[in-house]
């Protein structure tokens, strides 16, 4: 309904003072046909419904964050429940033992000695020269046995547990002729200093130590060389500095991603690692180590399932007092285990590949650790890599069977670049 003057005009005039409406003959703009009617409440359904479904969507995606995140809880509550379930287990057994010790040599069980003199064979001068660097960054300072000209490209030894640079005597022989040989007694060994806290023995830190003593040394590239917990470390360096590692060599160490995946798949070397759970506890470990006068430390290298082979080369008397001497001083066992009480926290690596050519050689013998980790390791390499399995050998590779430990590793050497080309 519209004012007269705003529609059609009226053929008689309206009243004076009245104003006059009609209906107006055209349908209004602000009507809706049934059409443009139906459109809109057909476009206000569909808003609806992609609203409802925006928010669909976003709750299945937050209950999917969680069921992840619970998920990976649960896993991480089951990894430590199954790390610390197994250090009871293990401790039980050790209790046993040590209950059984007392039953059997009640006097002796509780006796050792600290060694207060060095062997004559830690003197020896045809195996180098005793030196010691201080680095700056740590403040710590590190004991190493060098031979060989200086200038020549540098091949650094890892020692592993329960070691020192003394396990690479026949290397340091061998291999003084074309290069600059050194032995490192690792943070916490032989006369290298003994951090006092658990923490400083964390996987980065002994990772560095390598890098600053390389550079101290006044290289920036070497040829790593390492064993057991030195096999771990030198995977590490390799991984982390692929600039610094012309070569690698690793004697029995898996690559660290293969240990933590074939231990948690295969009992069998989960229960061949046990003493990894076992030395996660306080004190007790060392003990179990000192008693009978560190006889547990001896039947590592001269028993039958853990010790050199029948072909091997076995310890001498003096060699074994020179390992007690060394594990024997004040804080020594600490330091050493305080390695693995910072195993389980770096799992699992940011990196893993490894860009330098490897040698892996595996004691056939070795009663800590399977030979089917040894080939998964190809897997992590992004070069050349040579696997070699040593018949009879145990886990003391480079003592046990130091004549073709030296011998692979010289054939590795000389393939590829020649070592002019690592020269500084």
Not at 175 to 182: G, H, T
Not at 248 to 277: E, G, I, T, W
């Amino acid at each position: 309904i519209l004012p007269a003057h705003t529609g059609e005009q009226s053929r008689e005039p309206p009243p004076s003072g009245q104003r006059h409406y009609h209906v107006c003959s055209h349908p209004s703009r602000h009507a809706l046909n049934p059409s443009r009617k139906a459109a809109r409440l057909a476009e206000t359904s569909r808003r609806s419904r992609s609203c409802s479904n925006v928010k669909m969507a976003r709750l299945l995606h937050n209950l999917l964050l969680l069921s992840v995140w619970l998920a990976l809880k649960l896993r991480l509550l089951g990894y430590w429940a199954c790390v610390y379930g197994y250090c009871a287990l293990c401790t039980t057994t050790a209790l046993l033992r040590l209950w059984w010790n007392i039953l059997l040599r009640p006097s002796t069980t509780f006796q050792w000695a600290v060694r207060e003199t060095p062997p004559s064979c830690l003197s020896d001068t045809s195996l180098g020269t005793h030196c010691y660097v201080r680095i700056k960054e740590s403040g710590l300072r590190f004991h190493y046995v060098a031979a060989g000209e200086r200038g020549k490209p540098l091949m650094l030894f890892l020692h592993g547990f329960p070691e020192f640079w003394f396990s690479w005597r026949h290397q340091l022989r061998e291999f003084k002729s074309e290069f600059r040989v050194v032995a490192v007694d690792m943070r916490g060994y032989g006369e290298s200093d003994l951090p006092p806290s658990t923490e400083c023995y964390r996987l980065d830190y002994l990772v560095t130590d390598v890098k600053d003593i390389v550079e101290y040394l006044g290289y920036n590239r070497c040829f790593l060389v390492g064993h057991d917990w030195g096999g771990i470390i030198a995977w590490l360096c390799a991984i982390h500095y692929p600039e610094m590692v012309a070569k690698l060599v690793v004697l029995n160490s898996p690559h660290p991603c293969v240990f933590a995946d074939y231990a948690l798949r295969h009992p069998s070397q989960m229960l061949k690692s046990s003493y990894f759970f076992f030395f996660q506890l306080p004190r007790f470990p060392e003990l179990m180590l000192s008693i009978n006068d560190f006889k547990a430390l001896k039947s590592l290298f001269t028993s039958r399932s853990t010790g050199i082979g029948r072909k091997g080369r076995w310890l001498t008397t003096e060699e074994l007092e020179a390992y007690l001497y060394a594990l024997s001083q004040p804080g020594a066992l600490t330091a050493a285990l305080n390695y693995f009480r910072n195993v389980f926290s770096f799992l699992p690596l940011s990196q893993s590949e490894v860009r330098s050519p490897v040698l892996l050689l595996w004691g056939e013998r070795d009663a800590f650790l399977e030979q089917d980790m040894a080939e998964a390791c190809r897997l992590y390499i992004r070069n050349h890599f040579r696997l070699n399995i040593i018949s009879g050998a145990s886990h003391w590779l480079q003592q046990d069977q130091p004549d073709i430990v030296n011998t692979l590793i010289w054939t590795f050497l000389k393939e590829g670049e020649g070592r002019k080309n690592y020269r500084n």
